[in-house]
């Protein structure tokens, strides 16, 4: 029986997650679910699953969950101190990393600090401190399972693969919804064209981020780290089916899929079982219903946020920091109509373009860069907004 812990319980991962535990209530004990702000949806969660420990980023949505939940067995912590406790719980074995954001950053140390196997779903967290991250990960022998589709791919590729034999890898991207769009069009897409996803369905931030691309840059910067390759050897194809979720080419020139219709319950699966297999109990298509898969370069011009995040991944440092929160503030902006499209990756390059890098010590280093990026991309929207 593995003990886990969720957290980001109320979004689309954790809820995945929480299906897998029900398909498999012999192997998986809920020992602490933590989210955001969604209190009554945790309260379900929390009825359903009986942990020892709830808890909410946001104070007052946990004041209201303690009170309903007041005789029920579970502890109901509160604000990101709530969150981080809950992330190095003493009876977990195993921590699903699926905050969505840079809040997932601290939480995500606090299980490696108390040794916990990580299955990382929180792609920012590597984005923003992935050497530090997985420098502390290694320090103290402990697993971080990648659960992003692309890097749960290529983690079954690598396996026991040694680096030299490795030529590059190959991260498959959808191209989002606005794949066949002309840039003219793009100025005026609306919150929900941008929003629908052609395959995956996935929370609110993450579709923006595939719409722009900003997702495959960040998974570049993910790769980076996971699998300790350089920038040189990543690259990107289009690939709209997403049914090759990524490839590893040898140095042999012998090209390696892996492959499977698009549902993140199975990487999440794949996570929380490793390193095991299981048979999962659910109806998907079968291989001959699959669509013909088809391969394409990713045009420059129409995602320039793809060069953006490889310009910073080259500077290394603190710099992917910048651009994660830079992202993070732009795409909230585009979301409450504070800005357009298009302004995003403009945003964007004028915050990396202010910005200049330094070398990543302690976690103080990139909170540090979290914060200045956060204020000058607000200095951004805001003279945007007003034009
Ligand atoms: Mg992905």
């Known amino acids: 029986m593995q003990k886990i812990v969720i957290l980001g319980s109320t979004g689309s991962i954790g809820k995945n997650a929480l299906n897998i535990v029900r398909c498999f209530p012999d192997q998986f004990q809920v020992v602490g679910l933590a989210a955001q702000s969604n209190y009554a949806l945790l309260e379900r969660q929390v009825k359903a699953f009986r942990p020892s420990v709830a808890s909410l980023a946001d104070k007052s949505a946990a004041a209201i969950l303690a009170k309903r939940l007041q005789g029920t067995g579970t502890e109901v912590l509160g604000g990101p101190e709530g969150v981080i406790e809950t992330a190095s719980l003493p009876a977990a074995d195993r921590v699903i990393s699926a905050i969505v954001g840079s809040a997932g950053l601290l ?3 606090a299980a490696i600090y108390a040794n916990k196997t990580v299955a990382l779903a929180n792609k920012e967290t590597i984005v923003m401190a992935g050497e530090l991250v997985m ?6 022998n402990v697993a971080v399972l990648p659960v992003d589709s692309e890097h749960s791919a290529l983690f079954q590729l690598l396996e026991n693969r040694k680096s030299h034999e490795i030529k590059r890898v190959i991260l498959t991207a959808s191209g989002g919804p606005l ?3 002309s840039e003219q069009k793009k100025k005026t897409i609306s919150q929900k064209e941008a929003l629908a996803h052609p395959t995956w369905k996935m929370g609110p931030k993450i579709s923006i981020d595939s719409a722009t691309l900003m997702n495959k840059g960040f998974e570049m910067i993910e790769a980076r780290w996971f699998f300790d390759l350089p920038e040189s050897q990543i690259d990107v ?33 794949y996570a929380m079982f490793h390193p095991h297999r299981e048979s999962l109990p659910f109806k998907l298509p079968d ?11 990713p045009k420059p011009k129409s995602f320039p946020l793809l060069t953006i995040a490889r310009e910073a991944l080259q500077t290394g440092g ?3 920091a ?26 964007i390059r004028k915050v990396l373009d202010a910005y200049s890098p330094s070398p990543i010590n302690t976690v103080d280093d990139v909170l540090l860069a979290d914060r200045w990026a956060g204020l000058k991309t607000e200095r951004c929207i805001q003279t945007v907004s007003r034009k």
Do not use: C, W, Y
């Open 237 to 269: 194809v289009i690939h709209p089916q997403s049914i090759v979720h990524s490839f590893v080419e040898f140095v042999d020139r012998s090209l390696i899929a892996q492959m499977g219709f698009p549902d993140m319950r199975i990487p999440i699966a």
């Open 287 to 297: 291989l001959t219903a699959f669509p013909s898969l088809t391969f394409e370069p």
């Open 135 to 140: 420098r502390e990960a290694k320090s103290r």
């Open 179 to 181: 794949l066949r769009l």
């Open 318 to 320: 603190t710099m992917p």
């Open 322 to 347: 910048v651009l994660n929160r830079a992202n993070e503030s732009a795409v909230a902006a585009f979301l409450e109509k504070r800005i357009g499209f298009l302004d995003i990756h403009k945003i």
């Open 107 to 109: 939480p995500t140390l």
